[in-house]
């Protein structure tokens, strides 16, 4: 079992700035594509980004990609989101999964382990 906390959300204005993090335990962490995903009142959850164990493969979502930044400390066992020029459609709760898969899928089945959720809120 691998066991995920989100953390950093909050409230910020548009054009602003966060940093999510994601600390994983249980399980050996290292070894896992982990992805972040976002879900708004009344949609589906949506693909962010993703990346590989050792991060030489990251995927963005287009509504995101310029703005947003994945990173990880395996050391630490901790993912992170850096999120930059906010806009309002980027309101939503924000997760981390892990994957079993060595492959950042950009689909929400792939990932076996999921955190409770971070709510991002941007006002305009």
């Known amino acids: 079992q691998v066991q995920l906390a989100e953390s950093g959300g909050g409230l910020v204005q548009a054009g602003g700035s966060l940093r999510l993090s994601c600390v994983a335990s249980?399980?050996?962490?290292?070894?896992?594509?982990m992805g972040w995903f976002r879900q708004s009142p009344g949609k589906e959850r949506e693909f962010v980004t993703a990346s590989s164990w050792g991060g030489g493969t990251t995927y963005y979502a287009d509504a995101v990609k310029g703005r947003f930044t994945f990173s990880r400390d395996n050391a630490k066992n901790t993912v992170y989101l850096e999120m930059n020029n906010l806009k309002s459609e980027d309101t939503a709760v924000y997760y981390c999964?892990?994957?079993?898969?060595?492959?950042?899928?950009?689909?929400?089945?792939?990932?076996?382990?999921w955190g409770q959720g971070t709510q991002v809120t941007v006002s305009s």
């Open positions: 249980g399980r050996t962490f290292g070894r896992y594509a």
């Open positions: 999964a892990a994957s079993l898969s060595y492959v950042p899928y950009s689909d929400v089945a792939r990932y076996s382990y």
